[in-house]
């Protein structure tokens, strides 16, 4: 197993090395930097488990210090050490994410059991890391296949009606081009005088036959609506391949109006038979900087619930009613803010404070395992620094409000 390294960063050359014998002794490796310019470097350099840090270096303040740090490697832990401690500079560094802050002189015990700690929060945070992601993948893998199978539908539509307009077409063609060969044959004639009352007969029947009136009219009509059925499919195939893009794992501009009608696009299947979507997006909606891979599994969890919540409502629903759902986004000065309304059951108020728990669900099993609610939660709380929070009245509906600041740090 790696050892874990500490770095020591104090401008006292004599703490440096009791410091680093101490720790070497109890089996961790040891770095040291006398201010906090070489820590930088080192930390740059090396791959570092935790820093120990001095709040009065000569350069840069160890507060400073330790923000840098967190804000370059935040699987680094960070302890604080200091001679002058207020409760003001403590609250201060565990703010900036040190998980702890000892005055000097210290228990050497004291700070070993600090050590100890601050490594295994640092290892379970990463784990607990590793495992949304985990979780989220599944959720995504698991869309994908429940959504496969509603596009196969939706492309199927258009599908059969650009078919059978191209053999329309194709019906279309042979007739014409006997009526046309037939009036070249009499044009032949006319040319050269011999033509007969049987030709311009002969003629006059393939012309009424073929109904050249109807003809005229209802091939652009095939043509027209076999490019709509081609653009339908484009456009989902397109939205396909949006929506299941591996993206990016740094924030990028996305345009969010874009991505929520991407994600109707590739969910018709799910909310069709029992609701409509009516859209109301800002225009002036400006590029958000976010994870648009992990948002369009947001917009894709809250659509998938709000037409759930829409069937559960409608029951039986024997005159095939619809619900409606409405998706709207709107840019403030600081927060662009999304709602997605449904006219569903709503939520009762015994469930408010669970909705948000992982596998916390009230579907049969195949239909829901409680996860999109905690994943919409994580990707915009924990990731995107935003909330989430909905207005629900039993009987009349659920409203869920996004708010995502405008400038991510
Ligand atoms: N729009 C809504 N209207 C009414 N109830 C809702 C709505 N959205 C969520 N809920 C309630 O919250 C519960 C948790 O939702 P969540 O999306 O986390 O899980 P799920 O939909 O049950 O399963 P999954 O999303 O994993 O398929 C749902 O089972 C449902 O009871
Ligand atoms: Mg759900």
Not at 83 to 100: I, K, P, Q, V, Y
Not at 259 to 278: C, G, H, M, P, Q
Not at 281 to 310: S, Y
Not at 313 to 325: C, S
Request: proline content about 4%; charged content about 25%.
């Amino acid at each position: 197993m790696k050892k874990t390294v500490i770095l020591i960063i104090d401008d006292d050359p004599a703490v440096r090395q009791v410091l680093a014998d101490i720790l070497e002794f109890k089996g961790y490796g040891t770095l040291v930097a006398k201010d906090g310019a070489e820590a930088l470097s080192l930390m740059q350099a090396n791959d570092i488990d935790l820093a120990l840090i001095d709040l009065g270096l000569p350069d840069i303040s160890g507060l400073d210090v330790l923000s840098r740090i967190k804000a370059d490697h935040p699987s680094t832990a960070a302890i604080i050490l200091t001679g002058n401690a207020t409760l003001e500079s403590a609250m201060d560094a565990t703010s900036r994410g040190a998980f702890s802050y000892l005055q000097k002189p210290y228990d050497i015990d004291q700070l070993l059991l600090q050590i100890k700690r601050a490594i295994e929060k640092q290892q379970a945070d990463l784990e607990h890391e590793k495992l949304n992601i985990q979780l989220l993948q599944a959720q995504k893998l698991e869309s994908v296949g429940r959504l496969a199978a509603g596009i196969a539908h939706e492309i199927n539509t258009p599908i059969q009606f650009i078919s059978s307009n191209i053999a329309f077409l194709k019906e279309a063609f042979k007739e014409s081009s006997h009526l046309i060969t037939s009036l070249l044959e009499l044009l032949e004639s006319i040319k050269n005088g011999t033509v007969t009352e049987a030709q311009i007969k002969q003629n006059d029947d393939i012309l009424a036959h073929l109904d050249w009136d109807y003809l005229q009219e209802e091939i652009p009509r095939a043509i027209d609506q076999s490019n709509d059925g081609l653009q339908r499919v484009a456009s989902i195939v397109q939205a396909m391949k949006e929506f299941s893009h591996p993206g990016s794992k740094q924030k990028v501009n996305a345009d969010l109006n874009q991505l929520i009608e991407t994600t109707i696009t590739i969910s018709r299947n799910e909310w069709k038979y029992v609701a409509t979507v009516d859209t109301d997006l800002d225009p002036e909606l400006q590029p958000l900087p976010c994870l648009a891979n992990e948002m369009g599994q947001v917009f894709l969890n809250l659509l998938v619930n709000a037409a759930h919540a829409i069937e559960n409502q409608l029951g039986n629903n024997p005159e095939g009613n619809k619900g409606r759902i409405t998706i709207s986004t709107k840019q403030h000065d600081q927060h662009v803010e999304i709602r997605i309304s449904d006219t569903g059951c709503g939520i009762p108020a015994h469930i408010h404070n669970k909705v948000f728990d992982p596998f916390f669900t009230t579907k049969d099993v195949g239909k829901g395992t409680g996860q999109g609610l905690t994943i919409a939660h994580d990707v915009i709380v924990g990731k995107h620094k935003g909330t989430l929070v909905f207005e629900a009245e039993p009987g009349s509906g659920t409203t869920f409000i996004i708010r995502l600041p405008r400038h991510q740090e």
